[in-house]
């Protein structure tokens, strides 16, 4: 059982792990072990998540979620498994954490006249700026 929150959590049968050969460091080691962690979380047909949070994260555009809406984590960082497989399963809890509360509605706001103001100060200066460029110069 994967804890998300208090009132979230997620079952062991939802979570898919695959363990595979890590790159990197580690010698002739690192061509035995399988230490790399590969979690799978089916987000489109989970049971466990509410119907807004699996929007929510259906919605993001991460490159880690499928087409398929399989949320695909892949955890390498450590060269024993265990740590690699807990990296993974904290990683899954702090993208679902992140659905849990819904974005802050935008309130439309205008601009002042002030900054009106300043950023056409700075349009005229910038094209003082240019025009002096192609001035050609007096030569007397």
């Known amino acids: 059982m994967l804890t998300i929150s208090r009132t979230l959590s997620l079952p062991e049968s939802e979570l898919v792990e695959r363990f595979l050969r890590a790159d990197g460091p580690g010698g002739q080691h690192v061509n035995r072990t399988e230490s790399a962690v590969e979690l799978r979380f089916d ?9 807004e949070v699996r929007a929510r994260l259906l919605a993001r555009r991460d490159r880690r ?29 702090e993208i679902v954490r992140g659905a849990l509360t819904a974005p802050k509605k935008r309130v439309a706001t205008r601009p ?3 900054s009106k103001e300043r950023r056409l100060a700075g349009k005229q200066q910038r094209g003082r700026i240019k025009q002096n460029r192609s001035r050609k110069p007096d030569l007397e």
């Open 43 to 51: 987000v489109a047909r989970s049971p466990s998540l509410p119907d």
């Open 65 to 93: 979620l499928t087409d398929d809406g399989v949320l695909v984590i892949q955890a390498r960082r450590f060269r024993d498994q265990a740590r690699n497989r807990d990296d993974a399963r904290e990683r899954l809890a």
């Open 112 to 114: 002042t006249r002030a």
